[in-house]
């Protein structure tokens, strides 16, 4: 195990924990370390944005950088937490497999599913990492994701299908109709035979924090009953949003 790895560890632990500014050498003697190995530590912490100088007297403060790792975590915990029970309800009202979402870098990954027993259903893995341009929660998440994560997504859109979104003009205007519309639908775009609607679930400061959907086989899944699952798929996302506690009529 990488020791300068777990000394930053230590370091950002003691800053977090620390009621005031930590110092080079208060550092050092907390840690049994010399001033200049506590020295670098502190501009590793600072120079990753876990860390700033404060003060006139060269003492450093741990940043929010930490708290929003952390939030982010509790997040994704609770959404899926709370959105169980309401998952399990879509798939029964759908009869088609009900999927819970979330962002991870440039790809999203399923946090959550129910899995419906009719025959020839969706399949997805959780846990597993997917597209976010060519699959219906990945593209919920894409819409609402900031510009950084928009242009990496433009720059590898892989086609999976003969549908699959490839032109970056095309896919931005796919997305500002899902911001439009508050629903992202797909036809085929990533397995062949696979349709799919989800929509955004929304948390307590109004940011996107998941995305959930349904998914099932073409055969089923035809244009009047994809019209009554994006009605159900926007009620349970709006249910799930404020229980989060995002604003919103009840509904």
Not at 224 to 234: E, G, K, N, P, Q
Request: charged share 20%.
């Amino acid at each position: 195990m990488d020791k300068s790895f777990l000394k930053g560890l230590a370091a950002l632990d003691l800053l977090a924990q620390s009621e005031g500014p930590v110092g080079v050498t208060q550092l050092a003697r907390a840690m049994g370390i010399t001033p200049s190995n506590a020295h670098r530590l502190l501009q590793a912490l600072v120079a990753t944005d876990f860390a700033r100088p404060v003060g006139a007297r060269g003492g450093y403060e741990a940043t929010l950088k930490l708290w929003r790792l952390g939030a982010r975590t509790v997040a994704r915990l609770d959404v899926k937490a709370i959105a169980a029970p309401h998952l399990a309800r879509l798939m029964a009202e759908a009869q088609e497999t009900a999927n819970l979402s979330v962002l991870d870098g440039h790809h999203m990954v399923y946090v959550d599913r129910v899995e419906t027993d009719v025959y020839f259903r969706a399949y997805n893995q959780i846990g597993g990492q997917y597209p976010l341009h060519c699959t219906g929660t990945g593209k919920v998440l894409l819409a609402y994701a900031d510009d950084a994560v928009q242009a990496m997504a433009l720059t590898d859109l892989r086609p999976f299908t003969p549908r699959t979104i490839v032109d970056p003009a095309k896919l931005m205007a796919e997305l500002e109709r899902i911001r439009a519309e508050g629903i992202a639908t797909t036809m085929s775009e990533f397995r062949e035979g696979i349709a799919s609607v989800a929509a955004p679930v929304i948390g307590a400061h109004g940011r996107v924090v998941a995305a959930l959907g349904v998914s099932g086989p073409l055969s089923r899944l035809k244009p009047a009953r994809m019209r009554l699952l994006r009605d159900m798929v926007r009620t349970t996302s709006a249910r799930v949003s404020r229980l989060l506690g995002a604003p919103g009529p009840e509904s």
